[in-house]
């Protein structure tokens, strides 16, 4: 690979081809499995007509939902109402750009030599994860605020609020990450596990479990929907959306469902490793690529997160606010502080 | 009440909101309009606003002869029907002097209860929604389309029963009904273990409901306040045990309290009241007696000139008619005390200072119809 | 606080309880019925679509004054009608029109009959009453009632003029 | 059992079932020396105008002048802790006055109802329940909508299941079961008087 051309557009522009592709698809695919997931968990069927056992089913929905009327209400600011879907899917996918979905691979020989599947690995990976993603809020305030609806306005606050409040202790969880592994990077972190010789999650579950709650309620599920909240808001910040614009905002919660999945998977789960990667006796393991360790911790994630809303009732948004300064918080730093002990006194880190 | 809530929103410096809660919202059980006066997401003042479904039922009952009445009172709350027919009948029964079998009191009494048993459910079903739990209400209602097909298989409808007549029940049980009856009875207690691992113990179902909309004793009285509602307060008073009718001064069961008057022992008193329910239905089981299941009434009725007020336990509180003749074969009128719609009245007293989200809360808890609030 | 509840908030044995009850839940035997291949059985008491006879009809009118919202509508004239040899006069049915669109299903109607069987019945479990326009599809005239034209019987349900009776499906004029 | 409802005559049996036997009548019977009564009559003097007890329930008509300290007196000293309903019945040509307004008591020590009814003609006022029980609030609302019935001292009393601009009473026994022209009120100027549900809806 010694013409540049080749090494830095067309095998980028494929990889993120590929990647956008693949993301936007599953996406797509997590409605439909959510609603079967959710319809099992509930002793009904869920969507099973169109195609073979449904599987059409989110093909079905999009051509609905492109052939809808376009409405856009006509008290709404304009601009910023319709800004608000491009601002909320956009950076919910630019983050897929930076997630390592497997080690290189010559896809079974295939390539001439190893090629990384994700499209770069840079040594920020997990603050420019945290900034963008942090990014796509600016959707959910400014539809919210320009739909011109009491619900929405509530809702695009309710977000905010929530998004404030969660970040700090999510942010001090995945610091407890960097402290173990010594790099921002990501494919980093997943080459520290596997020299640690452990998943992340065994010493950090305390940083773990704050995690994956914060992170349901960054994308704002059950049971922390608050900004959508249906029976108080009845939609929250979407009310006033139809059409392709509300499903840029139902596409776009799917896939920070899928990015919290998979950030947990690589922050605290070993990415693409298998299960205890320095014990021999299971290396008959390594026969499954490692990709598809990588997508099956995902949809455990992912499953979870179905689960629960099938569970739960909803919080309270004061109660959502007093865990998140009063519990999370305080343990988050608690925890990180143990943690930073600890390495000290293992032998002060690397 | 403030009488000013439609001007706020003319005050431009307000750091108040104003939002009218439906009448098109999903937590709203159907056409009920709140608004709501808001800092915040806190409630400074709420105001029902009701009438959109508003049929004149009452109006109507007058043009009807009286056993053409029963299936209009099935439309009042169209989750207790069994009730609505209940207290109707009685009313015209006690007006008449009318003595009904023994069997057919307890037939009453057991459609009664079961109708008890599914309007509770769905209020489970709708106020876990309410409150952003999703799988409860296909759980419940799975139960609840038991409860239903053994009303069709009794009277040939599944919700507007028009399952009683004056003077007695149209019809005797199917053969093999009360098997089934049984077989249900006896399933439903694991279920509703089940419902309440869901809830009960549920800290999230905690925080939303222990503590909100309390009410005391006093108060609830001095608002209206009957069944559940009134229950959860601590007021140990049930119609079937303070005035008995039908068959319950034959019958054993508790009457279940609450004792802080808030949302979560409201739901409290109505699960014990299931059980207590299915423990009224396995005594009718036991001891249904035989016999006819009409008395002698003329076929075209006229009861004699006078007044009368008959209630009955329904699901949602005390449900009453009240009765005027004339001596003719139409009601002069009839008059309903809808349980739904006293109770609702305290709404304000209860979300006052509360959330948003606790608003949802005790629309759901205080278990309300439209079709009986508005009529 | 008890050790017991200590735990329990520690460990969130509360929502493992509700998570394991959901998961034994979406395990069991699915609720759903896909309704158009398969149907739920109405039991022999439900009532839905009228079946009429017009030959047992006596034109008594009892169902007329029964229907609380009078959507029964009546006309009849007596003939002279030959029968067994004696000339008798008879009344016969001009209209008999039901307009099912406002019927409420209550099946007033049916016990005010007095023949035996009944001339008027809602015993023929068929329900799928729906028709994309609501002014004639669901007026029901005297022929239509008996002919069920346009309507789709239950299975195994015939309409009364091919000879179907309220005791052949076990409703309330058949066994009690 | 369907033919029980059929009037075939048939031959009494030989014994007849209790509840054929012992048939309670509802008749009206005078009830001034009932213990409710008499007990309310002690209470507030010369307030009592008659009583009736019909089928176990007593009602007393009371001097609409007096039913204010009537309301205090059941329920500061007679304990009727619980207004239970208020309604209102139309005798349209009823010389003595053309409106019954009802009220139900309700007594938690001994489970006692009482029915307080008072006469009014079209027009007067009548003191308001709420003063003594908070529940009144909606069910005099509801009357004053229905039968346009006013409550004097009522904090709030606005028409509750019709609308705001709604004319007419529509539990007032002149007023048609089919409905007026409601249109005509509220847009005067789209709807011209006479159009309305009355015309245009009929069915037949």
Redesign the interface.
């Known amino acids: 690979m010694t013409n540049p051309w080749v090494a830095f557009v067309l095998v980028p522009m494929i990889k993120i081809v590929v990647i956008l592709g693949t993301v936007v698809l599953a996406t797509a695919y997590m409605s439909f499995f959510e609603r079967r997931l959710v319809g099992f968990l509930q002793i009904r069927l869920g969507p099973n007509r169109v195609g073979w056992f449904g599987v059409l089913q989110p093909i079905a929905d999009a051509l609905k939902l492109f052939a809808k009327e376009d409405i856009v209400p006509s008290r709404v600011e304009k601009i910023v109402y319709l800004s608000g879907p491009v601002l909320i899917i956009v950076p919910s996918l630019v983050v897929f750009s930076v997630i390592p979905f497997g080690p290189p691979t010559t896809l079974f020989g295939l390539l001439p030599e190893p090629i990384a599947p994700f499209v770069t690995d840079i040594n920020i990976s997990v603050l420019f994860v945290m900034g963008v993603s942090s990014f796509g809020i600016y959707g959910i305030i400014l539809g919210g605020w320009a739909s011109n609806n009491k619900f929405s306005l509530m809702g695009g606050l309710r977000s905010a609020a929530q998004l404030i409040s969660y970040e700090v202790p999510m942010g001090f969880a995945v610091v407890a990450v960097l402290l173990m592994a010594g790099s921002l990077s990501l494919v980093d972190i997943i080459e520290a596990q596997r020299q640690a010789h452990v998943w992340f999650v065994f010493p950090g579950i305390v940083a773990f479990f704050i995690y994956f709650v914060c992170g349901i309620a960054e994308t704002n599920r059950n049971p922390f929907d608050l900004p959508e909240a249906e029976a108080e808001l009845v939609g929250g910040f979407h009310t006033e959306y139809s059409g392709m614009k509300f499903a840029f905002y139902f596409l776009a919660e799917y896939a920070n469902m899928i990015l919290i999945s998979s950030m947990a998977t690589v922050l605290f789960f070993g990415g693409w490793l298998r299960p205890f990667p320095s014990w021999g006796w299971l290396s008959f393991l390594d026969v499954v690529p490692p990709f598809l360790w990588f997508v099956a911790k995902v949809a455990g994630f992912l499953y979870c997160y179905i689960w629960f809303r099938g569970t739960f009732p909803r919080v309270r948004f004061d109660q959502l606010m007093a865990l998140g300064w009063k519990v999370f918080i305080p343990v988050s730093l608690a925890n990180l502080m143990v943690i930073g002990a600890v390495i000290v006194l293992l032998g002060g880190g690397r | 009440m403030s009488q000013d809530l439609y001007l706020l929103s003319s005050l431009p410096d307000s750091e108040e909101m104003e939002v009218s809660f439906g009448p098109q919202h999903p937590a709203t059980h159907g056409v009920l309009r709140v608004m709501v006066r808001l800092d915040g997401e806190r409630i400074l003042d709420a105001k029902p606003i009701i009438g959109y479904l508003h049929r004149g039922t009452e109006k109507l009952f007058e043009t009807m002869h009286f056993n053409g009445c029963i299936p209009h009172t099935d439309r009042l709350d169209y989750t207790t029907a069994a009730a609505n027919n209940q207290a109707f009948v009685g009313a015209v029964e006690r007006l008449m002097g009318v003595t009904i079998p023994p069997r057919a009191a307890w037939i009453r009494m057991m459609l009664a209860e079961m109708q008890r048993l599914a309007s509770h459910i769905i209020w489970l079903a709708t106020h876990a929604l309410d409150i952003g739990a999703m799988s409860p209400f296909f759980y419940t209602f799975q139960e609840r389309e038991s409860i239903l097909d053994l009303f069709e298989e009794y009277c040939g409808a599944r919700l507007t029963l028009n399952a009683m007549r004056v003077g007695g029940q149209p019809f005797d049980l199917p053969e093999g009904w009360l098997g089934r009856l049984r077989a249900f009875v006896d399933q439903l207690p694991a279920r509703i273990a089940e419902w309440e691992r869901l809830l009960t113990g549920n800290r999230i179902w905690k925080q939303r409901t222990v503590g909100v909309g309390v009410i005391s004793a006093a108060d609830a009285i001095n608002w209206g306040l009957t069944g559940p509602p009134l229950r959860g307060s601590g007021v140990r008073w049930d119609v079937r045990k303070a005035l008995p009718y039908d068959g319950y001064d034959e019958v054993e069961f508790e009457v279940p309290i609450g004792q802080n008057g808030d949302t979560y022992d409201r739901y409290l008193v109505r699960m014990e009241e299931m059980r207590q329910s299915l423990r009224i239905l396995r005594q009718c089981l036991d001891r249904l007696p035989d016999g006819p299941v009409m008395a002698k009434v003329p076929k075209v009725l006229k009861p004699p000139k006078g007044e009368v007020y008959h209630s009955v336990e329904g699901p949602k509180g005390e449900l009453g008619f009240y009765l005027v003749s004339d001596g003719s074969t139409q009601p002069y009128r009839l008059h309903v005390r809808p349980s739904s719609f006293i109770n609702l009245q305290s709404l304000p007293e209860l979300v006052r200072g509360g959330l948003v989200a606790d608003l949802v809360a005790i629309i759901g808890t205080l278990d309300i119809v439209l079709g009986e609030i508005d009529r | 606080m008890s050790v017991r509840k200590l735990l329990t908030d520690v460990l969130h044995l509360d929502l493992l309880a509700g998570l394991w009850q959901t998961a034994r839940f979406s395990m069991s035997r699915k609720a759903t019925v896909e309704y158009p291949e398969k149907r739920l059985e109405p039991a022999p008491r439900f009532r839905g679509m009228f079946g009429f006879s017009e030959e047992r009809c006596t034109t008594c009118r009892a169902c007329e004054r029964a229907c609380p919202i009078k959507i029964i509508h009546i006309e009849s004239h007596l003939e002279d009608v030959e029968v067994d040899g004696k000339k008798r006069r008879k009344p016969v049915l001009d209209r008999y029109d039901i307009d099912v669109k406002r019927c409420m299903f209550c099946g007033l109607c049916e016990e005010a009959c007095p023949t035996k069987p009944k001339a008027v019945w809602l015993t023929t479990k068929t329900y799928e009453l729906a028709t994309y326009e609501r002014d004639m599809a669901l007026y029901f005239t005297k022929e239509r009632l008996q002919s069920w034209e346009g309507v789709v019987a239950y299975e195994g349900v015939v309409p009364p003029a091919a000879g179907q009776t309220p005791e052949d499906l076990g409703g309330k004029g058949g066994k009690e | ?2 033919e ?4 075939t005559p048939q031959a009494p049996a030989v014994a007849l ?1 209790a ?2 036997a ?5 008749d ?1 019977r005078d009830a001034r020396q009932h213990a409710q009564v008499a007990e309310l009559a002690a209470a507030v003097p010369d307030a009592v105008l008659e009583a009736v007890d ?2 176990g ?1 007593v ?1 007393v008509l009371v001097v609409t002048e007096r039913l204010l300290e009537v309301f205090r007196a059941c329920r500061e000293q007679l304990g009727y ?5 208020c ?1 209102a ?2 005798w349209r040509d009823r010389p003595e006055g053309r409106f019954d307004v ?1 009220w ?1 008591l309700h007594r ?1 020590a001994g ?1 006692q ?1 009482l ?1 307080l009814k008072v006469r009014v003609a079209d027009g007067v006022e009548v003191p308001s329940a709420t003063t003594s ?3 009144a ?3 005099e609302r509801e009357v004053w909508d ?1 039968f346009g019935i006013r409550f004097a001292g009522h ?2 009393l606005e ?5 705001e601009g709604f004319t007419g009473h ?2 007032r026994k002149d ?1 048609p ?1 089919e ?1 007026i022209d409601t249109g005509a009120a509220i847009y005067p100027d789209i709807y011209p008087p006479g159009g309305g549900p009355t015309k245009a809806g009929g ?1 037949q």
Do not use: C, S, Y
């Open positions: 059992m369907a029980q409802e059929t009037p079932p509840w054929e012992n048939p309670v009548t509802p009206p019909m089928a329930q009602t802790g619980f207004l239970v309903d309604t019945v139309d009802v139900w938690h489970e109802r029915r029980w908070k529940t609030n909606w069910m229905m904090p709030n028409r509750i299941l019709t609308w529509p539990l007023f079961v409905g069915a």
